[in-house]
């Protein structure tokens, strides 16, 4: 049985196929009008009402100015990302989704959440920054008040202070220390001729970052900057997909996740205090395919324990890594069984789909999701591949975590307009728009995300409505308590207002 909502749109089609044609065998003008009112409909937005003037106006100057960025010679969203965005920054349309706010950040990793620019220029300057250049032309991190032991993949430690005091201008050194931290480049499809090259330096690239990210001083700076970036978009909340890595000082004592975890709390609570239109931050604890199942058992009961002892941080729990080279979530199946034995509850918000492998044990990790009662999808690439994976979300309200850049970057669509979700933006199917790893591929916050969903996906059909849909569902779908989430509706909708009124 499908979703009311659905029966609504579809119950009086066959009617409308009865009166196809007119006596003459003309189709009637007027059923035409009504079928193409009925399909829009459909999409995600259709159902929204613009009642404001101010709205009705803003939709149609939208539309206006994507009819122009379509037209044009250069279609931004089929081109590489990387390439793409100096225009994109140049689009009256993305700079008008600069000033929307957005709602929520659902799918973002914390190795991944603040700029590049930010590690390189603030935390590699700090004192006792020691760099290792690796064998495989790779760099390593390292806090240290004395010079560090030699390791198996670092065997000479410098200071970057010293480093860089030989250096007459260190500015091209600082430029090649960001190519370590992210996969951003200017010639992309030279660089990563295929998806196993971009993984390949894509999690190269979250090894680098480690070394500055865990040091415990630094972690609390990283998180603040984090959502401050976030904020700085429009946004308003966030679920950080982490580990939960234990962190180190530089006398050597090792912190554990507990510590972990109260320091994100505490540097939540702290922004919320200097920022009171931002609703929070939760965590939603992973593990890495890469593990055997005793492995992920161990995390998963670890989990549960900080999901009863943190349950405002800790949202839930999700298995993370590419899925086409790691194990399946049927694999692990013993392990995410656990907490059900256990009389716990611990949510899921495992990725899935995440591979155009059509067929594979992996492609069915998006219907073992949905049986393990996923709270979300995570990339759901493949959804709409599967017709009944598809209909089972749609009936259990389960959305897609849409994060376009990362499926273009890492080589599973090139032309957005080609991307699986049209369908399913096309069919009104749940979505929330998230930027997956912005500083690895040169981003920050949700604006180009949201640009390439709105122009290269949606394409022209979709209008403020969309927008409107896609952000509030952002805050519907969160792991927030119902209380919470309507503080966060109408925190979002008063400045949905301002910036409505604001474009008049």
Request: with cysteine; glycine share 6%.
């Amino acid at each position: 049985m499908l979703l009311s909502l659905h029966q609504t749109r579809v119950t009086f089609l066959p009617l409308l196929l009865l009166f196809w044609r007119s006596s003459d065998g003309m189709p009637d003008p007027a059923q035409r009008e009504l079928l193409i009112h009925q399909e829009e409909s459909r999409l995600t937005g259709g159902q929204v009402t613009l009642r404001e003037e101010a709205e009705k106006k803003l939709d149609a100057h939208l539309h206006h100015l994507k009819e122009k960025e379509i037209s044009a010679p250069q279609f931004l969203p089929s081109m590489h990302f990387f390439k793409a965005k100096p225009f994109i920054q140049k689009s009256p349309v993305f700079k008008l989704l600069q000033k929307m706010p957005k709602g929520a950040a659902l799918h973002i990793h914390s190795s991944a959440l603040v700029s590049v620019e930010w590690l390189v220029k603030n935390v590699t300057y700090r004192p006792h920054c020691h760099i290792c250049f690796t064998w495989d032309n790779n760099v390593r991190f390292l806090f240290s008040d004395s010079q560090p032991f030699p390791r198996w993949d670092c065997f000479y430690w410098q200071l970057l202070e010293t480093l860089r005091s030989r250096l007459e201008d260190p500015t091209e050194f600082d430029n090649s220390l960001m190519k370590h931290l992210s996969v951003f480049t200017e010639d992309p499809d030279h660089e990563y001729p295929n998806q196993d090259a971009v993984w390949e330096k894509f999690e190269k690239s979250f090894i680098a970052a480690a070394g500055l990210i865990t040091h415990a001083p630094v972690l609390r700076d990283y998180y603040y900057r984090g959502l401050e970036e976030l904020h700085q978009d429009n946004i308003m909340y966030l679920e950080l997909r982490s580990g939960v890595s234990k962190t180190y000082e530089m006398d050597g004592t090792i912190h554990d996740r507990v510590w972990t975890l109260k320091t994100f709390q505490e540097v939540t609570k702290k922004f919320t205090a200097d920022h009171p239109d931002f609703l929070g931050a939760r965590m939603i604890i992973s593990a890495h395919r890469a593990l055997g199942v005793n492995e992920v058992k161990d995390v998963v009961k670890e989990a549960v324990e900080l999901h009863k002892t943190f349950p405002d941080v800790v949202a839930g729990f999700d298995m993370v890594g590419r899925e086409d080279s790691g194990r399946t979530l049927w694999f692990y199946r013993d392990a995410l069984s656990l907490p059900e034995e256990l009389g716990s509850t611990l949510p899921f918000y495992f990725h899935a789909g995440e591979t155009d492998n059509e067929g594979t044990d992996v492609d069915q990790n998006i219907l073992d999701a949905l049986l393990f009662n996923t709270k979300r999808i995570g990339h759901g690439f493949a959804l709409a591949h599967h017709p009944l994976a598809k209909e089972l979300s749609r009936r259990k309200d389960v959305p897609v975590e849409l994060c376009p850049i990362s499926n273009q970057v890492l080589k599973l669509v090139s032309d957005l307009r080609n991307h699986p979700a049209a369908v399913l933006m096309s069919e009104g199917h749940p979505l929330v728009i998230s930027s997956d790893d912005p500083s690895l591929f040169g981003t920050t916050g949700l604006s180009y995300d949201f640009y390439q969903a709105f122009v290269g996906i949606g394409g022209l059909k979709a209008n403020l409505g969309t927008l409107k849909e896609l952000a509030l569902n952002s805050i519907k779908y969160s792991s927030l308590p119902a209380q919470l989430k309507e503080k966060g509706r109408l925190l979002w909708q008063s400045k949905w207002e301002t910036f409505v009124a604001e474009q008049s």
